[in-house]
């Protein structure tokens, strides 16, 4: 239901953020699909002119920047941050957001890829121009997903549930921010963003659209096992410590080895071949160790969280800057 002072506003300027990490196969189709939207968007008058779409070099090694250079030489629409080094994909995008809020009243994430719909957006503007500050994407179904990432994005959804995080299932950062809303998230100052989780805490009138999520036309993920497990971590604790990790993955290990032991000594017990008291005596101190490193590892998981923090770096460092007027974005 569209209400008195939301009906109220003005079609909005968007800019659409895509962070790219070595998406040289991809670029130019994805430069060319979202400048059509985004154009057929102006033409039907759904949002203003000077409307843009701008890229996150996220310090790709490929051919990616220079790809990137090449459209924007040809077509002032598109615009480049290009970031010193390769931050992350969540520190890429919020360096397109902070950049991009200065001039847009609407910004959408998207990835370079194209897997996310785009055809979506007009849902997006709906629910915005309906009163919504945040419009969270969320994909219909894992169908394009391996069955190990269609596994391990589940249980991880419902770890951070139980966790107390109200992240939004199956919602991975598709998703329509306002100026406003984006204002308030300029204000959290924290090195350890992740704003999967944040931004639903944020509050503000906020909406759901649906969408189809296609299989990759080109080039790989560029989210690595690795990748996506420090992204996993950085979720539950919001930062990642690997000395710190490697700790705990030291005490869950010897919490194995003296699970095997405790049933190695207790046949031996079984057995009669044994001092009395020894069973005993090892199983205690074999568990008391593992428990007391792995839980170490977790105190220092967050310790190490603590010393990020207080460093105060950088989130993520522009190298260079491309964006120029668009006098008319509806060619
Ligand atoms: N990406 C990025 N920095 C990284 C990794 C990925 O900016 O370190 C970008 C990537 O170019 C893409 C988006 O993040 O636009 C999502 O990555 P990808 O499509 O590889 O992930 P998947 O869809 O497989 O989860
Ligand atoms: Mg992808």
Same mark, same amino acid.
């Given at each position: 239901?569209?209400d008195m002072e939301s009906s109220a506003r003005e079609?909005? =300027?968007? $800019?659409? =953020?895509?962070?790219?990490?070595? %998406? ?30 701008? !890229? ?131 204000? $959290? ?19 759901? =659209? ?64 044994? =001092? ?44 260079? !800057?491309?964006?120029? %007027? ?6």
């Open positions: 239901m569209i079609i909005p =300027v968007l $800019y659409l =953020v895509v962070p790219c990490y070595n %998406e040289e196969e991809m670029i130019e189709r994805s430069a060319q699909v979202m400048s059509d939207k985004l154009r057929r968007l102006m033409k039907e008058g759904k949002v203003k002119a000077g409307s843009k779409v701008m !890229f996150v070099n996220d310090g790709s090694k490929d051919n990616t920047l220079k790809l990137l250079h090449k459209a924007a030489e040809k077509d002032a629409i598109f615009s480049i941050i290009s970031l010193a080094g390769n931050y992350g994909h969540q520190s890429a995008i919020l360096a397109g957001m902070m950049m991009a809020r200065k001039y847009a009243d609407v910004v959408v994430t998207i990835d370079a890829d194209l897997q996310q719909d785009i055809e979506a957006l007009d849902n997006f503007l709906t629910c915005y121009m309906n009163g919504s500050e945040i419009v969270y994407g969320i994909r219909n179904d894992r169908s394009s997903d391996n069955i190990f990432k269609k596994t391990t994005a589940l249980a991880y959804y419902k770890f951070m549930h139980m966790l107390g995080s109200n992240v939004i299932t199956n919602h991975a950062d598709y998703r329509l921010m306002s100026k406003k809303a984006l204002d308030a998230l300029s204000e $959290y100052q924290e090195t350890n963003l992740f704003l999967r989780g944040l931004i639903p805490t944020m509050g503000f009138p906020s909406d759901v =659209v649906y969408f189809d999520v296609k299989e990759r036309e080109a080039g790989h993920s560029k989210y690595t096992l690795s990748k996506m497990f420090t992204l996993a971590m950085d979720g539950i604790t919001s930062m990642s410590v690997r000395p710190l990790r490697m700790i705990a993955g030291l005490g869950f290990i010897v919490c194995l080895f003296s699970i095997a032991m405790c049933i190695f000594s207790l046949v031996d017990w079984a057995g009669g071949n044994t =001092v009395p008291g020894y069973t005993t005596s090892i199983i205690v101190s074999l568990m008391m160790g593992g428990i007391t490193l792995f839980s170490l590892g977790i105190i220092g998981e967050y310790i190490g969280k603590i010393y990020m923090e207080t460093k105060k770096r950088p989130r993520y460092i522009i190298d260079t !800057f491309v964006w120029k %007027e668009d006098d008319n974005g509806t060619a």
